[in-house]
């Protein structure tokens, strides 16, 4: 039994253009998001098997597996949901719009939103290879944070939860975009849902007490 599913997507294949085409979005989600739940399913049959026969020589490259398969399924799950139609999207997050708590913390966190806008972009755009540039809350300090991340899971704070996700691996533009990385990530501006950003913001700042348990 699977334990990890593709999920669906919030809309249709043609609901982001002109930013994505539709071309992108199926190949995206249908194809490689699939790979990922596919490998994090896999390797945990290969890990159940080693339990069982006490095969120990390949768990270095299994636990690697596990987290690149399972870290990109997860971010892909939140990229999906954290876009909308460019009609709805993008912008900047605004109190009248019911997410002024998230606006509050990315100006208290980075100076303005023009500067943390400034930060992610450049974040997701110089990852060297391929990654993502990720603005996560980091419930040690309560703050949220920019963090450049290469493949799946390099450079993460632990304990820090993904709020809003910029793929920036070449299957997510280069059908659109050849390699001109930098316009696809200031064209990913025009479909942030910042409804969602939100959401997920107050989700993350509830569970902090799971990670900072009293003694």
Sequence with gaps: M?????????????????????????????????????????????????????????INGLEKNLAFHLSGHILHSIYWRNMTGPKDGGGEPLAQDGVGELADAIAESFGSFARFKTQLSKAAATTQGSGWGVLAYEPLSGRLIVEQVYDHQGNVGQGSTPILVFDAWEHAFYLQYRNQKVDFIEAMWQVVDWQDVARRYEAAKSRVDTLLLAP
Excluded at 3 to 10: F, H, K, N
Excluded at 36 to 55: F, H, I, P, S, W
Aim: proline content about 9%; overall charge negative.
């Design 2 to 58: 699977p334990v990890y599913s593709l999920p669906e997507l919030p809309y249709d294949y043609a609901a982001l253009a002109p930013v994505i085409s539709p071309e992108i979005i199926e190949l995206h989600h249908d194809k490689h998001h699939a790979a990922y739940v596919k490998g994090a399913n896999d390797t945990l049959e290969q890990l159940a098997e080693a339990r069982d026969k006490e095969a120990w020589g390949s």
